[in-house]
Nanobody, 121 residues
């Protein structure tokens, strides 16, 4: 199993910045993908950004150029630096990790508990 602990959410004014972090722990053999999704009130959960073990990144069109995803493989931590935040970025942000865990070597997806990001003046 993998445990994910998220931090960094909060209230920020439009145009401001926040950085989210998510630390993975457990009986991890390999972490493949680390990413962030978000779910606004009454809407579905959508991909914000993810980063492969190779370093390849994918961003949602709405955040491209404003958000930066990075990971520290030595600490099993993924970060989401969010700049120029807009009201429409308001949502619960969820960390997602695709990992192979031992001892059976099973690959699965794991989710954090979510952290609220509110952009408001």
């Amino acid at each position: 199993q993998v445990q994910l602990v998220e931090s960094g959410g909060g209230l920020v004014q439009p145009g401001g910045s926040l950085t989210l972090s998510c630390a993975a722990s457990g009986n991890i053999v390999t972490i493949h993908t680390m990413g962030w999704y978000r779910q606004a009130l009454g809407k579905q959960r959508d991909l914000v950004a993810d980063i492969q073990s190779s370093g390849n990144r994918i961003y949602a069109g709405s955040v491209k150029g404003r958000f930066i995803i990075s990971r520290d493989n030595t600490k099993n931590v993924v970060y989401l630096q969010m700049n120029d935040l807009k009201v429409e970025d308001t949502a619960v942000y969820y960390c997602n990790v695709g990992a192979t865990v031992g001892p059976a070597g099973v690959r699965d997806d794991y989710w954090g508990q979510g952290t609220q990001v509110t952009v408001s003046s």
